[in-house]
Structure formats: structure tokens, C-alpha cells
T-cell receptor, first 111, second 115 residues
């Protein structure tokens, strides 16, 4: 069965640079979520989209923005990167309010 | 504040023995409850969920979980542990609040099954 696809899987950036993470949901899923998991920590909800509209917002820094496109894929844009942004970024998708299925994650390292 | 607690950072169990990974929550209403497993360098894999009905929920790979409303707990169990079950387990809660589907995760419990 098709799963959530995230790209890139690994990303290394310098401080103050920008990064774009992409997420391709499971086909026919209309809701996308972004989570951030720091080293040894639990995933923290950042933001979600339902039918291309922002549906919920969590602890997402103002330096980050995200959107969902007409094909339902989503991109998380991160600017002015800081060392503390180094983490595993997960995307999850669902059909409406149903179970969330997670992608493999993008490991971002900020040097 | 809404929260999910997994009181044990690590659980060690011998292969073949039953295992329990504990989860309690402090979320108003009757939230949806989930368990996910994370293997090294992998994403979170869905194991099972409780929405309503029977307090004992069966999921993937022989796992089950017991919902206890009075104790606001949702403990993960398996009758006979396998070495391959060794991984990081997360309990997650989704409040039944309209307009939000976000999960609140526990801090995770590392399960180590010893051969």
C-alpha cells in the first residue's frame, strides 16, 4: 500500500539558511500534518491543513510557514535556520479526522 | 493543560514473556487514543486505536491495548514478546474537539526485549 512520502530524507544546512521540506500524502488523503521531533523527545505538532486550508496551528515558529497545494502535497518552509531547528520532521496524512499515517521523516541538521 | 504521560522511559522484558507499556492521559472529554511504534531512523507506525466500544482493542503484530476510563489509561500489552518488538513506543491522544485533529504525544517508552 502507498505510504506518505517525504523528501528529502536528510538535509544539512548552515545557520541562517532556508530549507524546504516536502510531503506527499497517501492517495485520497485530504489532511496533512507536520510534527517536529527533537533528539530524544516526543513529536510536537506544528501545523495541519485540510482541503488546502490551514486547519490547526501548534508550536510553529514564525520563521516557518507551510501550505498545501491543489494536489494535496504540502511543503514546510523554514527560514533563518537556528541550531535548535535540528530535528526529525514528520509529515502525516489522514482522510478527514481518521487515523494519521506518518511518513519516514526528514532529518534536518543545522550547522 | 492537556497531557499524555508514559511513566516508564524504558521497559525490559524477556522474550516470550508478556509485556505492558503504560499510558495515562489528562485530556477533557473522551479523546481518541492511539499507539504508534518507532524503529530507529524510521517513521511512526500505527499499531492500534480506541474510538469507542470494547475496552480491549486489538491491533497489529499481536498488540492489544486496554482502555480504562476511570483511570484515564490506555496501556499497551502483548501476551508474548518478541526480540523484534524492541523499539520506541508512543501513546497519542486526539481530543474530541471540533476543528482540531492534532495528536498530543507521550514522551515515549523504549521497549527492550531480551533473548
Amino acid at each position: 500500500a502507498a505510504g506518505v512520502i517525504q523528501s528529502p530524507r536528510h538535509l544539512i544546512k548552515e545557520k541562517r539558511e532556508t530549507a524546504t521540506l516536502k510531503c506527499y500524502p497517501i492517495p485520497r488523503h485530504d489532511t496533512v500534518y507536520w510534527y517536529q521531533q527533537g533528539p530524544g523527545q516526543d513529536p510536537q505538532f506544528l501545523i495541519s491543513f485540510y482541503e488546502k486550508m490551514q486547519s490547526d496551528k501548534g508550536s510553529i515558529p514564525d520563521r516557518f510557514s507551510a501550505q498545501q497545494f491543489s494536489d494535496y502535497h504540502s511543503e514546510l518552509n523554514m527560514s533563518s535556520l537556528e541550531l535548535g531547528d535540528s530535528a526529525l520532521y514528520f509529515c502525516a496524512s489522514s482522510l478527514g479526522s481518521d487515523t494519521q499515517y506518518f511518513g519516514p521523516g526528514t532529518r534536518l541538521t543545522v550547522l | 493543560a492537556q497531557s499524555v504521560a508514559q511513566p516508564e522511559d524504558q521497559v525490559n522484558v524477556a522474550e516470550g514473556n508478556p509485556l505492558t507499556v503504560k499510558c495515562t492521559y489528562s485530556v477533557s472529554g473522551n479523546p481518541y487514543l492511539f499507539w504508534y511504534v518507532q524503529y530507529p531512523n524510521r517513521g511512526l507506525q500505527f499499531l492500534l486505536k480506541y474510538i469507542t466500544g470494547d475496552n480491549l482493542v486489538k491491533g497489529s503484530y499481536g498488540f492489544e491495548a486496554e482502555f480504562n476510563k476511570s483511570q484515564t489509561s490506555f496501556h499497551l500489552k502483548k501476551p508474548s514478546a518478541l526480540v523484534s518488538d524492541s523499539a520506541l513506543y508512543f501513546c497519542a491522544v486526539r481530543p474530541r474537539t471540533s476543528g482540531t485533529y492534532k495528536y498530543i504525544f507521550g514522551t515515549g517508552t523504549r521497549l527492550k526485549v531480551l533473548a
